[in-house]
């Protein structure tokens, strides 16, 4: 069966400290996994794109790191800001058309 | 550059109501357009997807429905609204290239009392 876990649901850090989220799938045939970064009420922003040969890539603060093998990709955000303080949804896409599987995300919220 | 627009962004219904969401798209054509649910503490479910004008395709059996009377307009309707219905539903459409990734409305808040 095909599925995206994240974790953990929901995630508490100070500012400017460091954190990493984790997704686990088992989605196959695997096409590509992105990360999202949904505002409260509003909708989700790609922040990233890992395809099968790409173990990092970094967008500013975030880094995500996938591991085909294992069926595991991370994002880590470094120095975090409290605009950082959103849901986080990991995507993956299966080959084929309109074949996307979604995460239930994890609701980061950084305090002051 | 292409934009999406979704609307209204909360919306409080009583039950048996009929419902009717508007999205839009600028800047691009013939894209493939969504619409998505996302409940409390649940990832998105996809609801439909159009390929093209009067092209709809359902993934789930519910009681929605939408439509594409235009090449970047997708609506989502319902006749008679149910407590279930509530939700939080994002209109997206889907960019071009190798990895293509969806660009999202900013959501509609429905609560159906």
């Known amino acids: 069966k095909n599925q995206v876990e994240q974790s953990p649901q929901s995630l508490i850090i100070l500012e400017g400290k460091n954190c990493t989220l984790q997704?686990?799938?088992?989605?196959?045939?695997?096409?590509?996994l992105r990360w999202y970064k949904q505002d409260t009420g509003r909708g989700p922003v790609s922040l990233t794109i890992?395809?099968?040969?790409?173990n990092t890539k970094s967008n500013g603060r975030y880094t995500a790191t996938l591991d085909a093998d294992t069926k595991q990709s991370s994002l880590h955000i470094t120095a975090s800001q409290l605009s950082d303080s959103a849901s986080y949804i990991c995507v993956v896409r299966q080959t084929g058309a309109n074949n996307l599987f979604f995460g239930t995300g994890t609701r980061l919220t950084v305090i002051p | 550059s292409q934009t999406i627009h979704q609307w209204p962004a909360t919306l409080v219904q009583p039950v048996g109501s009929p419902l009717s969401l508007e999205c839009t798209v600028e800047?691009?054509?013939?894209?493939?357009l969504y619409w998505y649910r996302q409940a409390a503490g649940r990832g998105l479910q996809l609801l439909f997807y159009?390929?093209?004008?009067?092209?709809i395709s359902s993934e789930v059996p519910q009681n929605l429905s939408a439509s594409r009377p235009q090449d970047r307009q997708f609506i989502l309707s319902s006749k008679k609204l149910l407590l279930s219905d509530s939700g939080f539903y994002l209109c997206a459409w889907r960019g071009t290239g190798e990895n293509r990734k969806l660009f999202f409305g900013s959501g509609t808040q429905l609560s159906v009392l």
């Open positions: 800047g691009t054509s013939n894209p493939n």
């Open positions: 159009s390929v093209g004008i009067g092209q």
């Open positions: 890992m395809t099968f040969s790409e």
């Open positions: 997704c686990n799938y088992t989605v196959s045939p695997f096409s590509n």
